[in-house]
């Protein structure tokens, strides 16, 4: 999840001025997910492993992630929706060639992906869940490989 944040301020840092509101909100949906998210990791590695480790049961199926009714999971979906909304918001910032092109699209499905399964998960349909987690893992990945790309050919020509 840091990761994802000295990514969005890269993005921010190379945006043309006139497009840097996007990148600045988009940089701040990000932080919003990494600090949600790691501390929602942190949790599940000390408390419920923990808890589990030593046999005390009492509750950990309210704080385990897999548990799709759970309060983490609850959390993690939101967390995401704030990354998806991140996506989103920068797609526009992408400008240029067939690259950007690419960029601005998957950023822009990533980002409704996202946000309809944080719409999606309150309604307790796994099914919907996990195909939308699915086509996340496969949108995101390639969005993050182009936007590699996409800095690679900016290093070349600054």
């Given at each position: 999840a840091p990761t994802l944040v000295v990514l969005m301020a890269s993005i921010h840092v190379v945006t043309p001025a006139e497009k840097q509101t996007l990148s600045l909100v988009a940089l701040a949906?990000?932080?919003?997910?990494?600090?949600?998210v790691c501390t929602n990791y942190y949790v599940q590695l000390f408390a419920v492993r923990l808890s589990l480790l030593h046999g005390e049961l009492d509750g950990v199926a309210l704080l385990a992630m897999p548990n799709l009714?759970?309060?983490?999971?609850?959390?993690e979906a939101i967390g995401y929706a704030f990354l998806s909304l991140?996506?989103?918001?920068?797609?526009?910032?992408?400008?240029?060639?067939?690259?950007?092109r690419w960029i601005r699209l998957l950023f822009w499905?990533?980002?409704?992906l996202g946000i309809l399964g944080?719409?999606?998960?309150?309604w307790d349909r796994p099914t919907l869940i996990f195909a939308g987690l699915g086509l996340w893992n496969l949108v995101f990945p390639a969005a993050m490989l182009l936007v590699a790309l996409h800095f690679r050919k900016r290093r070349g020509s600054v």
């Amino acid at each position: 999840a840091p990761t994802l944040v000295v990514l969005m301020a890269s993005i921010h840092v190379v945006t043309p001025a006139e497009k840097q509101t996007l990148s600045l909100v988009a940089l701040a949906f990000t932080t919003v997910y990494a600090a949600m998210v790691c501390t929602n990791y942190y949790v599940q590695l000390f408390a419920v492993r923990l808890s589990l480790l030593h046999g005390e049961l009492d509750g950990v199926a309210l704080l385990a992630m897999p548990n799709l009714h759970s309060i983490f999971f609850a959390l993690e979906a939101i967390g995401y929706a704030f990354l998806s909304l991140a996506t989103a918001v920068v797609s526009p910032t992408f400008v240029g060639g067939r690259l950007e092109r690419w960029i601005r699209l998957l950023f822009w499905v990533n980002g409704a992906l996202g946000i309809l399964g944080s719409v999606v998960a309150p309604w307790d349909r796994p099914t919907l869940i996990f195909a939308g987690l699915g086509l996340w893992n496969l949108v995101f990945p390639a969005a993050m490989l182009l936007v590699a790309l996409h800095f690679r050919k900016r290093r070349g020509s600054v």
